[in-house]
């Protein structure tokens, strides 16, 4: 069956970046875009971007254009999404989705 | 960006009552390629979001047919037929038509 495993949570300084992964099984990896999307702490869902790992071509929201790196790894069907210069704003759980399955998540907290 | 407004934000229902939930589009979803990507997430409460209704009105699959979606343009209802305990959470609708995706609010549906 499909699934979409992330990495676990992460505590960051500001200032620094991060990166998770997000681990596909169940299909053929590079057949699908992969989105990631933002959950602020009891908010609503914002899109960040896609990226379609056959070709690593992306595409991404405005709002996050320079704060969030998308790769993949097609050798171990793994996207990859980096965060840079991260601030007390970038603090929340970020999921990938193939849309129509959803990784668990993973929370980002970024604090001194 | 489009502006997805969903209404009401919260909504209380006993088992068994139907309910439906509304998700207005500050512009039209039709695409010109004739598909309408208008679909509904549910995220139960510490889980992840999980795709229930896409492109307006197709139910995915393993999601009981108590749910219906319908609508075309900017005006877009999610329907629950008999509200059982499962349900509960917080819906979302999502556009795909118009980059970047974007998300309504949320409606968080709990019991009376």
């Known amino acids: 069956q499909v699934k979409l495993l992330q990495s676990g949570a992460a505590l960051v300084k500001p200032g620094a970046s991060v990166k998770m992964s997000c681990k596909a099984s169940?299909?053929?990896?590079?057949?699908?875009?992969v989105s990631w999307v933002k959950q602020s702490h009891g908010k609503s869902l914002e899109w960040i971007g896609e990226?379609?790992?056959?070709?690593?071509?992306?595409n991404f929201n405005e709002k996050f254009k320079g704060k969030a790196t998308l790769t993949v790894d097609k050798s171990t069907s793994t996207a990859y999404m980096e965060l840079s210069r991260l601030t007390s704003e970038d603090s929340a759980i970020y999921y990938c989705?193939?849309?129509?399955?959803w990784g668990q998540g993973v929370m980002v907290t970024v604090s001194s | 960006d489009v502006v997805l407004t969903q209404t009401p934000p919260t909504l209380s229902a006993t088992i068994g009552q139907s309910v439906s939930i509304s998700c207005r589009s500050s512009q039209s979803l039709l695409h010109s390629n004739g598909n309408t990507y208008l679909h509904w997430l549910l995220q139960r409460p510490g889980q992840s979001p999980q795709l229930l209704i896409y492109?307006?009105?197709r139910l995915e699959s393993g999601v009981p047919n108590r749910f219906s979606g319908s609508g075309s343009g900017t005006d877009f209802t999610l329907k629950i037929s008999g509200v059982e305990a499962e349900d509960l959470g917080v819906y979302y609708c999502?556009?795909?038509?118009?980059?970047?995706?974007?998300f309504g609010g949320g409606t968080k549906l709990e019991l009376k």
């Open positions: 989705t193939r849309g129509d399955y």
């Open positions: 990226i379609y790992p056959n070709s690593g071509a992306t």
């Open positions: 492109l307006v009105s």
């Open positions: 999502v556009q795909g038509t118009h980059a970047p995706w974007t």
């Open positions: 169940g299909y053929t990896f590079t057949d699908y875009w």
